[in-house]
Structures are given as structure tokens and as C-alpha cells.
């Protein structure tokens, strides 16, 4: 705690590992995490125009009141000539400028519409093929119950001119799932691409493929990447409209073809059609569909199955209104399914979807008055489901913001396709209220918190009963510059996580159920140096977990990061040891990797992690990459369950990566 006493000046813009870190531990979604990284790279190799007032801006990158202030003196003061004239817009501070001028350019924007030839002779071509493989067979491979090889294989190709112009062809095969031969005769399991153009003058985006949809807050039509707490407190959520899938997304997205227009009067209209086919579980005697699957595996006969067999037509369309500081969408469309859904009965699913057609529409808005900015959304659904959320950020200073959401969705909302505020996968059967604040204390400490309070008012998985629970999270940041020429620095973090949620006790009858409340805290504390060539980062977390009965668990788990710049080659690798008593009182750490190959581990139990990941760029063309991890058990004799048991206490994982670019 002393080093936070330490005076100094506020540095280098958060990286990456920040962002990945912050996104995993609020989400378990990694193709939603495929496609933040995604978006990530695409801003890194194709920086926005930060003058272009009308361009997409990330919420990592920019607040709701930054991005709304930015333009506001842009539309006033004309366009930026000089990063250093960002420090005269209200809200920017230091570490704010350094991250954009990592993803943006300060160029005059042009109305001038490029020609093909130009976009095809300037475009980047990009082409990432890879592999990964666990050392050690499973039980399913042993026995062979899973129908293909123990190692995955994908390869996408992208080409892409700036903001106008993406195309895109991506292939994959699971560990475990059939290569030209059994069920997948045709070679790979998943084939997917696109093909989109945008910002042709009026035509504001088209594509014909694999896309996603995002309006409003995410409560009528979002897919994709979900709602979670970044660098800033704001709760409001931008839309994209018509954007790419993720290459690789086995679930979570729309095929077909889709279109947006400029009108006059600052309205943009889109329409939508989109045809998929999604795993399902079907009764052999009705035929209908007693459940969705979105693990996106095809190794066993029962996954095999699944495969495709529910189709999903989705259309509708999309009208907004932009003017000044005052936004108005409306959206509406019809979902119908080649078979009816009928899940099994079971006494916490008696609100969940059934039939094959289900609508939805929907009204958001949001508007800023000097200080506040307001938004929601309110949403229907079929058989008089209702869902509304609605947001207030205040931006008190430049360095304090307060932000307030208050949601409540309907047990018989229904949708498919929606991702927003709440804590189970789809907004329903839940009320809550959201409060954060970010500001600057004394010393230059930068604080963060969280509060979330909700409730479930109906019985729902693992809970029989209604349920109340509550999240808070509080974080400190504090960084420092080091040396003279300010390349060096220095950040210490400590943040605290509190969770108060109720589920049925594991040990109550079939016939009666018991339901019970219990208790996490994690606790972490990170320092994390960084150097022109070398950056080193110590983690140490700790644990408890608690219900009113038993005994408390507890947990601790301390890593060693490094990673080094040497010439054409970049290397990493982490060291972690844990000892956590059981799977409740787990600690969740987010981990680099491959392109495409991002995530976390959960650690539980007794043991040790190591991963060595390694690049090698060739004349900024050719970049290879391998990561080799291996985490071994000091307490069990087996890892894994079922068909992916291994008999070794340890788990070794290879992956291979060849990216080339021109």
C-alpha cells in the first residue's frame, strides 16, 4: 500500500491483457471474447479516424461522455489537427490520449467514394491457419467414443480495405471431431464467410454471409459480445448495426444477408433476413426439440446427432433517428423454427420458450443534456413477455463519473437473440439495479465500483425457489512513470469481489429441496511493470467461499508473468501456483495465447501452471506463433471427467499458429 503513496505521473494506456482480463472475468463466453479480440486487432491494424464524427467507436476505448464530448467539440471547433488539442476537450486525460493514438488517426474525413480497383489493390490480405493438441489422450479417445483426432485445425482468410470493403473465408475442426472421413466426409465441421461493404455513400453497410446485429442496448437484438464493466463506469452500449461474425462462432450468429440505407432527415434504416441451422436435441418419436445446444461439438453419436437439425429463419428490420445529441431506434422482427420447441419437464423450467415462432420489437433511445446522458430500451416478445432497462450516466468532472441501470425482465420474455445487462444467459426472470462510480482520489488513485443488487422472481435452474443476490467490486489503480525518458512504468491494482447469491443446497432429497445462501469473496492484488523490451506482472489472489452450513473453503493462487521483445522474436510465459480446496471458492484468471486462441483457467485444487508463448515476426509479413502449457496436480491422480479423463495428474497442450499478411 505505500507504493500508492508514491507521486507521479499517470502513464501508458491499458493493454490487451487488461481488456481480456476485465471481459473473462465477468463472462464465460469465449467466441463473445473471439470477437472483442477481433475487433482489437482490426483497430490496431486499421486505425479509425477519430475526426470522422459518425464512426463506431469502442466502449473500451472511448466513455459514453468522451465520445460524446469529442464530438461535440469537433462539430464546434472543427476537426483536430494535433494530438495535443485533445487535451482541450473536457475528460481527456493522459493515459486516455496514449491509447488512442495506438487505434487512431487525426485525418480530414472525405466524402469521396474509393473505387474498386483502388480497394482491391490496396487491401490487406490476411491468412491465419493453426492447430492445437493435448499431449495426453482422453478417456473418449482411448475408448474411441469421440469419432475424430485428439487436435484441432482452422484457418480463416480476410481480406479487407479499411472500413469499406471485408471478405472473408474461415474454416475449422474441433479436437475430436471427423476429417474427411466418418460423419465429416466433407472435411472440416465448420465452413463460414462473408461478404460486406460499407460507407458507399448512401449504402451505409450490406453484407451476404455470416454477420451480427447489435441496436440499442442489446435487449431486443444483440449478438455477439456481451455486456460487462470495462475501464469506465458508463453502462450505456453503442450499437454497430450490421457487423462481421466472429470467424469461428458456432452459435451465436445470423447467416443470410442483410442491408442498411441513409434517408434524409438523419433516419438509417436496416432489414434483415437470416437462415441457420443450430444443434438441437430432438425426440426421435414427436420430433420436436426438447433443447438448443450451443457447445458447438460434433465428436460423439449424441453430439453427431445435434448437428444442424433445427432450422432458424430470423427477418425484420431497423429504423433510427440521429440528430444532435438525441438518438431514437425502433426494431422489430419474427423468429420461426422447422421444429417445435418442447424442453422436459422439470419444475424450474416451466417459463421456458415453447412453439416455433416467437417476435420481438423494441424502442431505444438515448439523449445527453450537458452533463447526463439518458438511455434504455423497453422490449416485447410473444405471449405479452415484456423487458425494459434504463441507464444514467453523470459525468460529475473530468475525473469522477457515476452511472445508475435499472433492469426488469418478465418471466415469459422470450428471446433468442438478445445480450444486455443481468446474470443468466438470456434477460428474463430478473429485476436489478446496477450502480458504479469512477473518480480520482487523492494521490492519483484511480477507483472503480461496482454494486449490482437483484432478484429473481420465479424458480429457475439450480435455484427452486425465489432468489435474491448481489455483486459488488471494488478496484484501486494507481500508475507511475519510471526513469527520465518515461518508458518505464509502474501499476498497482488491488481489487475485492463480493458475491451474495442463493441455490439449492447439493445435499437435500429428490423430494424436498433446500435452497441456501452463500458467500464469495477474491480478492487480487497485481503490480505490473513495464519496460521498453521487458514487462514483468505478479499476481496473488486469494479466496473464501461460505454457505450457512459447512464448513468455509478457501483459496490462494500466486502467478509470475514475463514477457521480452528481442528483435524479430517476442516471448511470455507464466508461472502460477495454486491451492484452492474445491470448486466454489475457484480463481479465474485470464491468459494470452494465439490469434483466435485467447481464454482463461479456473484454478482449483493443488498444483501448478506453466505456458511458454512465443512469436517470431518475419519482416512484418510472416509471424509464427507456438504456446506449450502444461498444469499438473498435486492432489488427484486423474484430470478431467467423463470422456475427457485423463489417467496422468497432469494436462500438457500444444498449439501452432502461421499468420501471413500483405
Request: hydrophobic share 35%; aromatic share 14%; net charge positive.
Amino acid at each position: 500500500m505505500l507504493l500508492f503513496l508514491v507521486t507521479g505521473a499517470t502513464v501508458t494506456a491499458q493493454s490487451v491483457d487488461d481488456m481480456m482480463e476485465r471481459y473473462m472475468e465477468q463472462n464465460d463466453d469465449e467466441e463473445a471474447l473471439e470477437e472483442l479480440m477481433d475487433e482489437y486487432s482490426d483497430a490496431l491494424e486499421d486505425k479509425m479516424n477519430l475526426n470522422d464524427t459518425m464512426a463506431y467507436v469502442p466502449e473500451w476505448l472511448l466513455s459514453s461522455f468522451q465520445h460524446e464530448l469529442l464530438r461535440a467539440y469537433i462539430m464546434q471547433h472543427g476537426y483536430l489537427l494535433t494530438w495535443d488539442e485533445l487535451y482541450l476537450v473536457n475528460g481527456m486525460d493522459s493515459s486516455t490520449v496514449e491509447r488512442l493514438k495506438r487505434f487512431c488517426t487525426l485525418e480530414k474525413p472525405t466524402s469521396r467514394i474509393p473505387h474498386l480497383r483502388d480497394m482491391l489493390r490496396r487491401g490487406r490480405h490476411n491468412l491465419v491457419v493453426g492447430t492445437s493438441l493435448t499431449m495426453e489422450k482422453a478417456r473418449g479417445y482411448k475408448e474411441d467414443i469421440y469419432e475424430g483426432k485428439p487436435y484441432r485445425l482452422y484457418g480463416r482468410y480476410r481480406f479487407k480495405y479499411k472500413d469499406y470493403l471485408s471478405v472473408q473465408l474461415s474454416v475449422d475442426k474441433d479436437a475430436g471431431e471427423g476429417f474427411f472421413y466418418g460423419s465429416r466426409k466433407q472435411g472440416f465441421d465448420l465452413y463460414s464467410g462473408h461478404v460486406m461493404i460499407s460507407n458507399i455513400g448512401w449504402l451505409k453497410g450490406a453484407v451476404v454471409g455470416r454477420y451480427r446485429l447489435q441496436f440499442g442496448q442489446g435487449l431486443t437484438l444483440w449478438s455477439g459480445s456481451r455486456a460487462f464493466l470495462g475501464w469506465n463506469a458508463s453502462g450505456i452500449r453503442y450499437g454497430r448495426g450490421i457487423c462481421a461474425s466472429s470467424p469461428f462462432a458456432e452459435n451465436d450468429y445470423l447467416q443470410g444477408t442483410a442491408v442498411a440505407v441513409s434517408l434524409p432527415y438523419g433516419l438509417e434504416m436496416t432489414a434483415f433476413y437470416s437462415y441457420a441451422l443450430r444443434d438441437a436435441s430432438v425426440d426421435s418419436l414427436s420430433g420436436n426439440a426438447s433443447s438448443i445446444s450451443s457447445s458447438g461439438y460434433h465428436r460423439t453419436t449424441t453430439e453427431i446427432a445435434k448437428r444442424g437439425s433445427l432450422g432458424e429463419h430470423l427477418y425484420g428490420g431497423n429504423l433510427q433517428w440521429n440528430r444532435a445529441s438525441l438518438h431514437l431506434g425502433v426494431t422489430a422482427y419474427r423468429t420461426y423454427l422447422t421444429r417445435d420447441i418442447q424442453p422436459k419437464e422439470y419444475v424450474y423450467n416451466h417459463y421456458t420458450f415453447r412453439g416455433n415462432t416467437n417476435t420481438n420489437a423494441g424502442l431505444d433511445f438515448s439523449y445527453r443534456w450537458r452533463k447526463v446522458l439518458l438511455y434504455g430500451e423497453g422490449s416485447l416478445s410473444q405471449c405479452g413477455g415484456r423487458a425494459g432497462l434504463v441507464g444514467l450516466d453523470f459525468w460529475i468532472n473530468a475525473e469522477n463519473t457515476f452511472s445508475i441501470v435499472y433492469r426488469n425482465y418478465s418471466a415469459k420474455y422470450y428471446n433468442l437473440h438478445s445480450s444486455t445487462w443481468g446474470h443468466q444467459s438470456q434477460p428474463q426472470n430478473e429485476s436489478g439495479l446496477r450502480l458504479a462510480l469512477q473518480s480520482r482520489l487523492p494521490l492519483k488513485i484511480d477507483m472503480l465500483i461496482q454494486a449490482d443488487l437483484y432478484r429473481h422472481p420465479r424458480m429457475r435452474y439450480s435455484c427452486y425457489s425465489p432468489s435474491t443476490g448481489a455483486n459488488v467490486r471494488t478496484e484501486l489503480t494507481r500508475q507511475f512513470s519510471v526513469g527520465t525518458d518515461n518508458r518505464q512504468s509502474l501499476q498497482l491494482r488491488l481489487s475485492h469481489r463480493y458475491s451474495n447469491f442463493m441455490r439449492n443446497d447439493s445435499q437435500s432429497s429428490a423430494a424436498e429441496y433446500s435452497v441456501e445462501t452463500y458467500n464469495r469473496h477474491l480478492l487480487y492484488g497485481d503490480v505490473d511493470y513495464r519496460m521498453r523490451k521487458v514487462s514483468f506482472r505478479t499476481r496473488v489472489g486469494w479466496s473464501s467461499f461460505c454457505g450457512e452450513s459447512g464448513d468455509p473453503c478457501y483459496g490462494v493462487v500466486l502467478l509470475q508473468d514475463v514477457q521480452a521483445l528481442l528483435g524479430d522474436f517476442s516471448v511470455g510465459a507464466r508461472v502460477a501456483l495454486f491451492d484452492v480446496g474445491n470448486y466454489d471458492a475457484r480463481l479465474y484468471v485470464a491468459e494470452r495465447g494465439l490469434e483466435y486462441d485467447n481464454g482463461g483457467t479456473s484454478f482449483y485444487g493443488k498444483g501448478m501452471r506453466f505456458y511458454l508463448l512465443a512469436r517470431y515476426n518475419l519482416k512484418d509479413r510472416i509471424i509464427f506463433g507456438l504456446k506449450y502449457s502444461v498444469t499438473a496436480y498435486a492432489d488427484r491422480e486423474t484430470v478431467g471427467s467423463g470422456y475427457e479423463l485423463i489417467d496422468k495428474p497432469y494436462r500438457q497442450q500444444l498449439r501452432l499458429q502461421v499468420r501471413v499478411r500483405f
